[in-house]
């Protein structure tokens, strides 16, 4: 039987600007943009500052009126992956196969291992003991018999605490959770599902499958299996075998204006620079891919001349890509890749002219996938995605982004 933990650092961002500063110790604090700027968006925010009610995503307004003792920090995302990468080698201490889900989270198989350090509750206090010591911030840790129990474990007692969920727990633990709490049920799913009588995990777990794949297609068969407990995706312990993170749609119509193809291409960039960025990678290679509506396919790449993981840099790199390679005939499938990877530099050249506005979408891009990862992929749009409604019509949702247990899946579907 596989022993699978899920490691997940608690209130990250403002744990380590605690244990950076002793004087924010026991004190409300939350990560935020520009302080100056009352619309500023909450990026996390202390155990301290949680009680009085304050989420991430909320604005900085917002925050203060709730909290009018909270310390406002500026992000510094250079310490938050110094210390990410503190964790993960602590991880690596007590087996290699470690899979980095994001900046704070990770999942570790220590099936084996139990002659060296003990059973997986034991080797989940040690690592706990090991980052506190070490770090002085904290974790919660998930221990159980797949990756997606051990990712729904870890959130069921914060901060620093160490949860199971065995096969046996399902039904008493999981079934009873509203359904909105099953790994990749966002609020869209959500109402979907509530519309089909289906309020919790249970109710999901117990519907007929055909059912659901009628309603959802493929993504009805990964619901139901999940919300059965049921998920044999292993740890990657290495992105050594991705070579691209990419996605495609068919479009709803064949289109022929421009405008509503550089919509479709930003919605495709926004998914595939927040899976860039989440693995902690950047590409200097953009292919694009589209298909006729005479089925005649057409996969066109470039070089770019510096490596790239923001969302309008991918999008005006795709968008350009293709209009020099399309001849006007009707479309029907966009896709986008990003290939020549490389881990995100710590440290660049700097530009006089661009480095500025380089950093403003860095900061931007940051903002929209912390909201997202709270609030679901569809909680928050850019405008160039509501001229023509592309963000009410078009969903970027394949098979690959919907096994969420697989480092390489999660990088991104394969055009």
């Known amino acids: 039987m596989r022993n699978i933990l899920h490691v997940d650092l608690n209130a990250f961002y403002a744990s380590v600007e605690q244990a950076e500063d002793k004087n924010l110790q026991g004190k409300p604090v939350a990560v935020a943009g520009d302080k100056e700027k009352r619309t500023g968006i909450i990026l996390t925010a202390s155990y301290e500052a949680r009680r009085y009610g304050i989420k991430t995503g909320m604005t900085i307004g917002d925050a203060l009126k709730l909290c009018r003792d909270l310390i406002l920090v500026k992000p510094n995302f250079r310490r938050y992956v110094e210390y990410s990468n503190r964790v993960m080698d602590i991880l690596r201490s007590f087996t290699p196969d470690v899979e980095v889900f994001s900046i704070d989270e990770a999942w570790l198989d220590v099936s084996g291992c139990e002659g060296l350090f003990g059973d997986g509750v034991e080797i989940a206090n040690l690592i706990r003991k090991k980052i506190r010591e070490e770090l002085g911030i904290t974790a919660s840790v998930g221990v159980s018999y797949c990756k997606l129990m051990a990712k729904m474990a870890s959130d069921l007692k914060k901060p620093d605490a160490t949860s199971i969920i065995d096969e046996k727990d399902v039904p008493k633990i999981i079934w009873p959770m509203p359904v909105e709490e099953?790994?990749?049920?966002?609020?869209?799913?959500?109402?979907?599902?509530?519309?089909?009588?289906?309020?919790?995990?249970?109710?999901?777990?117990?519907?007929?499958?055909?059912?659901?794949?009628n309603n959802f297609g493929?993504?009805?068969?990964?619901?139901?299996?999940?919300?059965?407990?049921?998920?044999?995706?292993?740890?990657?312990?290495?992105?050594d075998c991705i070579k691209g993170v990419g996605n495609s749609i068919t479009t709803p119509k064949d289109l022929v204006d421009v405008k509503e193809i550089s919509e479709i291409f930003m919605v495709l960039a926004e998914s595939?620079?927040?899976?860039?960025?989440?693995?902690g990678f950047e590409g200097n290679v953009v292919e694009v891919v589209f298909r006729k509506s005479s089925f005649e396919t057409i996969v066109r790449r470039h070089k770019v001349n510096e490596y790239i993981d923001t969302t309008v840099d991918i999008h005006s790199e795709a968008l350009n890509l293709f209009l020099k390679n399309w001849d006007r005939s009707k479309i029907r499938l966009l896709g986008i890749r990003v290939t020549g990877l490389r881990e995100k530099q710590k440290f660049e050249q700097i530009s006089l002219f661009e480095d500025e506005t380089k950093k403003k979408r860095e900061k931007l891009d940051m903002c929209l996938d912390t909201i997202r990862e709270k609030y679901g992929k569809y909680s928050v749009f850019r405008a160039i995605t509501m001229q023509n409604d592309s963000n009410k019509t078009i969903r970027v949702l394949d098979k690959d982004e919907w096994i969420p247990m697989n480092s390489f899946n999660k990088g991104g579907g394969r055009i």
Do not use: C, H, Q
Request: no cysteine; charged share 25%; proline share 2%.
């Open 272 to 279: 595939v620079g927040m899976r860039l960025r989440r693995m």
């Open 182 to 213: 099953l790994f990749g049920v966002g609020r869209r799913m959500k109402s979907r599902l509530n519309e089909l009588g289906i309020f919790t995990i249970g109710d999901l777990a117990n519907t007929p499958l055909s059912l659901l794949t």
């Open 218 to 239: 493929k993504v009805g068969r990964y619901y139901w299996n999940y919300a059965n407990g049921i998920d044999f995706s292993k740890v990657e312990s290495s992105y």
